[in-house]
């Protein structure tokens, strides 16, 4: 086939129809069966390992290996699912040393053995024991890893425990404990010291941790541990240890995410400059830099919500940024010659990649999603700053209506969606989203909102949040909202505001604190109350809520007084709500008591349960349900038929509501 412009067929002109029914390639189908999660990049010697989220396999994690020769093959057998309840959210469930595979399987949370070519031998007995994050002791034989311990009433008691590579399944004998958290245990590279990284309730580990070192002994013993640096004020983040020796590690004592280490006993900055380079650490194993050689460090760093690369001479303090659209994700290998890791651009879908440190080509070994979709389709993100409460600036990315088979009639303002992502500590990117285009492409404007409290723009706007969740970030997503309205670029009738998680806690308190703002809401396991979650969640985040809220009982008016659920009188406008019936971190019975007061106030609502979901969607099946249930809700309260071929939602009170036309 030839590639001369000129052997391509005329391109029509596009057709005139109002927004959100245009007809797009980018179906719910297509995002879900795309939509692998690549993470967790391990190297071993000259192999690649990765992580694969797979949807169609009813969202089990793989783990897969590209071997030196170029071959690609899955190394976990078929039903595995590596996955750990550390911390809930878990991370770092599986380490690679000398081919030999270590892994947590999710069913149990049983360490298990994989040696190529073999079958999986337990290291751990059954129980009620969870492990991550494990350091591979070769020399003594051992790995030393976070482990929970839920076998005794009441929270799990975290340590780091050390058990054998092989032999008789061991529960694990600690090492280190005194701490309610624990992370990132590390080797430096004779195997005679230990790292690693501890906090205490209440801070969460972008609040306050401690960075902790011990020698160890030839039998294994710890011994000698004392506190490097860090504390209630410092979060420290991805302690590590250079070729020659040298701890490594990111600290924001600056008020940014800077790189530091530690030469004779002191510590010192690698390089100052207004970046973070590290990250909020909900999962384990996170990483932002990495060393290609003794001198050559490897460093991913955001400005401005974006993510890029870097090198730095560690010897000369050179800093030289590497021209690449993509953007690194939640952990950065190397090699001598590569950077390694899961990465994307606005364009590209995410991938496992290799990046020439010379030359900044990249190498895609593994691709997301093999949907090819043309540009025309694709709407690109504009960084946006808007003005907020206190006189303060917040930050997002925007995204116009795109389809090039499609035109609106004159004069008509988009519908336009308000995302608010989870943590709320947390941010979100630039990288191709296919949800965002589902959107897009159909003849929505969306905005993805880094609100006061999103990492990447420093300390000082990621502690915005500190007392003031379901304030400051409902403000800047209401301000973003009146911001585009004023620039013409959205339907002040059609504004609608979703969220997963903590986001979905947003768009809740938005839509009753805020009423004639939003036109419609979607809730995708989102906190309607407080006190429940304050007294019912998981141990990681059991004292999350005293930072953002305040201490509870004693600030009970506060969290009262902040909870949805309490102020459903308030409600103007139809709501959809998405729930998981195997949620440990917002448990179903908030979707329902949400669901059940809007249905009781006569408003339009929905509500789909997922049987074997849990805390984030994992099934395709899933994926694709609530997308289509979503379109179909929107189009049904706004009064425009989409184009898909959609199931029908049940919506209840549906009959009474009358949807507005749009504003022209």
Sequence with gaps: MSSDPGDELPRRLPDHSPYGTWKSPITAQRVAAGALRLGSVVLDDDDVYWIEGRPHEDGHNVVVKRGFDGRVADVTPAGTNVRTRVHEYGGAAYSVSRGIVYYTEFADQRLYRLEPGGRPEPLTPPGDWFYADCAIDVSRRRIVCVREDHTAPGEAVTTLVSLPLSGEASAGH????????????????????LSWLAWRHPNMPWDGTELWVACVAPDGAVEQPYRVTGGDQDAIFQPGWSPDGTLYFASDRSGWWNLHRVRQEQVELVHVMSADFGRPQWLLGMATWAFADASLLVAAYQQLGRWRLAVIDVRTGTFTPLCTSLEPGENVTATRTHAVFVGGSPTAPDAVVRLDLQTAEAEIVRSASDLIVDEGYLARPEPIEFPTEDGLTAHAFSYAPTNRDFTAFSGERPPLIVISHGGPTASTSSRLNLEVQFWTSRGFAVVDVNYGGSSGYGRAYRRRLIGRWGLVDVADCVNVAKYLTA??????????????????????AALTSNPHVFKAGASYYGVSDLETMARDTHKFESRYLDGLIGPYPEARDVYRARSPIHFIDRLSCPLVFFQGLEDRVVPPDQSRAMADAVRAKGLPVALLTFTGEQHGFRRSSTIAACLEAELGFYGAVFGFIPADQLPPVAIENLSRWRPKSSTT
């Design 174 to 193: 600690v090492i280190v404990s005194g701490h309610d958290f624990y992370s990132t245990p590390r080797f430096n590279p004779d195997g005679s010291r």
């Design 487 to 508: 620039r013409g670029q959205a339907d002040p009738e059609r504004l609608v505001i979703r969220g997963r998680s903590a986001g979905g806690y947003t768009t809740l």
